[in-house]
């Protein structure tokens, strides 16, 4: 540790130097994966573009209709209700996620005798496929089930409906599996980030006489910035692709009530073959995403500055 | 299951695999085994590759069968490659419109077809046809595209009807009901006996209302008003299209209200427990019946409500078209030629367990009584229509699932759902 120290202490000059002849393998490092993903993944990305501006339905080629998909977009009640459950989506997805993830994270985060299989537990969700996921779900949901079962046994018999084709609980029906699973993922990450503040802050704070809450306010939360990051982006993305719990459990349905974005892109592609409009509603899905995430590493950076 | 798909006769069974398919992994898997498999055919005198979606075991084993009898007569060689049936709906635009195409495919007779051949993708089999003088003129008039040549070869098909068990009808002491009224007494009667009347499974596979609609303007409009209105020549909000949803909310109240949650498959075994009385579904839903209850269970043709329309049946043909970019027309004229023959449609009835009847005139259906009714009351048919699906497209088919489980839930509602509805499928129309 002292050595190297020492080193870039002594030898800033041929550092920079060496740094600014860039070596071959670097390149290579560099441009290989980049052409490969330009022809993977921004070429098509591109393409998402173009079909956005056109009426294709995957057959004949496409023909140019201007803006026609956004405006229909503008007028499209389905789009609309789909955008609005998107953002309940991220608010109720995201948000629980991560206040769960936290709260699990902060009360796991000490070793004690039998943590680790509680962390397990949480995490257990996880592994499983989506889909599987979805099953065992669906049995949960489905009439006479567990849930309805579990309802009667505490006499709430009152409250019993077809989670999954009521319009009014399908939607919440559908996030209560997401959020099973992507609490133990956030509780990970909150973990990692938990074991990498240094004791000391928390030492010095204990010395200063903060309660538990000032420390977990002024000492843990603003050492997690750099988790923030991660885990803002995984809930953001994570929710606007959001897709196949949604479509193993309800398909966006009954009539459109838990529809997203994003199965509302892949039933208007795939279903109704408008691949053209379905690239519109990509690109809103994709200006959504990337509009939260630059907002959030734009007012990150200012900070740093 | 992602079974959107209402047309189709063999379905996976399962939940889950359906799930799969939705999340694109087979699609995949599929792209890749037909993409193994489809330049097999690159010199004109090569193997026929057929992509069948008759995935479930029966079938399956059927259609292998058939194949190894061709192939052991020496008229050509094939070979059969089955994919799940989601990803092949999903897929079989790609596999049309690819440059080096399977030769031979299992499809859907009616407009699904004859979309595929206004663009030129079918191959033309009026050649095979003319071997196939003794069939129906109503089969021939299915199997033929717009501009007048045979574009679909049929291998069978079934019917709808409103299944139920012989021993509980006794024991209510119901009878097969023939006209609206007496259904809707047969109705009453069970309600009042503590058992939901009319089961049906919306919960994954909301198309099997599509049943009802169709089943209900048949009956009340005619097969011709149907198929012009799934063509986009009538209009959704017409008032003869409300006629229609005001004779189903007569029915509404009879509803299992428990089948709005769980798929078709489910609405089967609630059937055949007797949680239910009676359940319009097509006789694939027989495939997930345990052997012991085929015996007792018995249907009857959907009530005659106006008897002056004339008297129309659903009945989805299944069968074959060839991708017009064969390299090997001739192979493939031959193995339609083969799978068209009383031969093979017996050696397929025989070997699949469904209950289906043959196109070939001459083949013998499986001699069962309930086939045997089956088989009847479409001969009594004065039209045959597919199903909604079939007759107009599967992108028109999820306008008509939001539409009609809106109706189920909010009947109040109907002029909205239908001004909703004409709006949906103008769109679809439009492309």
């Not at chain 1, 201007?66 to 109720?92: C, K, M, P």
């Not at chain 1, 980030?193 to 903060?210: F, N, Q, S, T, V």
Request: glycine fraction near 8%; proline fraction near 5%; charge should be positive.
């Amino acid at each position: 540790m002292t050595a190297t120290i020492s080193t870039t202490s002594v030898t800033p000059v041929r550092r920079r130097r060496r740094s600014a002849r860039l070596s071959p393998l670097l390149v290579a490092f560099v441009l290989v994966p980049f052409a490969v993903e330009s022809v993977w993944v921004f070429w098509p990305a591109l393409q998402g573009f173009w079909f956005s501006l056109t009426r294709w339905d995957g057959m004949s080629s496409p023909a140019f209709v201007g803006t026609d998909n956004y405006v229909e977009l503008a007028g499209d009640a389905t789009f609309r209700g789909a955008l609005v459950n998107t953002v309940i989506w991220l608010v109720l997805f995201g948000g629980l996620s991560v206040l769960g993830g936290f709260g699990m994270a902060l009360v796991l985060q000490k070793e004690r005798r039998g943590v680790g299989f509680y962390r397990a537990a949480l995490f257990t969700p996880v592994v499983f496929s989506l889909v599987v996921t979805a099953l065992v779900w669906r049995v949960f949901y489905q009439p006479d089930g567990i849930a309805d079962t579990l309802l009667r046994a505490v006499g709430l018999e009152s409250l019993i409906r077809p989670w999954l084709a009521d319009p009014q609980t399908a939607l919440y029906a559908v996030i209560l599996p997401a959020l099973w699973r992507q609490i133990g993922y956030v509780m990970v990450l909150f973990l990692a980030g938990l074991k990498a503040i240094d004791p000391a802050l928390h030492e010095a704070a204990r010395m200063d006489g903060a309660n538990s809450w000032q420390r977990l306010r002024h000492v843990t939360i603003p050492q997690l910035k750099g988790v923030n990051a991660v885990v803002l982006s995984v809930i953001v993305i994570d929710s606007l692709r959001s897709f196949d719990i949604v479509w193993s459990l309800t398909k966006g349905g009954p009539y459109h009530s838990s529809e997203l974005l994003s199965t509302y892109m892949y039933s208007t592609a795939f279903q109704s073959l408008r691949l053209g409009y379905a690239s519109a509603i990509a690109v809103v899905i994709f200006v959504l995403a990337l509009a939260v995430i630059l907002g959030y590493l734009v007012r990150a950076f200012r900070e740093e500055a | 299951m992602s079974d959107f798909d209402p047309g189709r006769r063999r379905f996976l069974g399962h939940l889950g695999l359906a799930g799969l398919g939705a999340l694109g992994a087979s699609s995949f898997l599929s792209a890749c085994a037909s993409s193994a498999s489809g330049p097999a055919t690159g010199s004109g005198s090569g193997a026929v590759t057929i992509q069948s979606n008759l995935s479930s075991p029966q079938a399956k084993a059927a259609m292998e069968k058939l194949i190894e009898t061709f192939n052991k007569q020496g008229k050509g060689t094939a070979s059969l490659n089955t994919i799940a049936s989601e990803t092949f709906r999903t897929q079989l635009p790609t596999y049309l419109t690819s440059a080096n195409p399977p030769d031979l495919y299992t499809w859907y007779a009616g407009s699904v077809a004859n979309d595929y051949a206004s663009r030129d993708l079918l191959l033309d089999v009026s050649d095979v046809w003319k071997s196939l003088g003794d069939y129906p003129q109503s089969l021939r008039t299915l199997s033929t595209d717009a501009s007048g040549k045979q574009i679909f070869v049929p291998m069978n098909n079934y019917w709808w009807g409103f299944f139920y068990r012989k021993s509980n009808f006794a024991k209510w002491g119901v009878q097969e009901p023939k006209t609206w009224t007496e259904f809707l007494a047969v109705c009453e009667t069970l309600k009042s006996k503590g058992v939901p009347p009319i089961g049906i499974g919306l919960g994954d596979t909301p198309w099997v209302a599509s049943a009802w609609f169709d089943y209900l303007n048949i009956r009340i409009n005619g097969a011709q008003f149907h198929r012009e209105l799934l063509a986009g020549k009538q209009r959704f909000d017409d008032p003869k299209v409300k006629a229609v949803f005001t004779r189903w909310r007569e029915a509404l109240p009879y509803f299992d209200p428990k089948g709005k949650a769980y798929p078709f498959q489910e609405a089967t075994t609630a059937l055949l427990a007797g949680k239910t009385g009676m359940f319009l579904i097509g006789t694939f839903f027989a495939d997930a019946a345990p052997k012991d209850a085929l015996g007792d269970l018995d249907f009857f043709r959907f009530p005659i409500i106006d008897p002056a329309v004339p008297l129309a049946e659903e009945a989805p043909t299944d069968g074959f078209f060839a991708s017009a970019k064969t390299a090997n027309p001739t192979g493939t004229r031959a193995l339609l030629t083969y799978l068209a023959s009383t031969e093979a449609q017996e050696a397929y009835v025989k070997a699949s367990s469904g209950i289906v009847l043959p196109a070939n005139p001459k083949a013998k259906a499986s001699d069962s009584p309930l086939v045997a009714k089956g088989k009847a009351m479409l001969d009594e048919a004065k039209e045959l229509t597919q199903f909604f699906n079939r007759d107009s497209s599967d992108a028109l088919q999820p306008t008509a699932d939001t539409a009609l489980t809106k109706f189920i839930d909010k009947p109040d509602q109907i002029d909205a759902i239908l001004r909703e509805w004409q709006a949906g499928a103008e769109k679809v129309f439009k492309g």
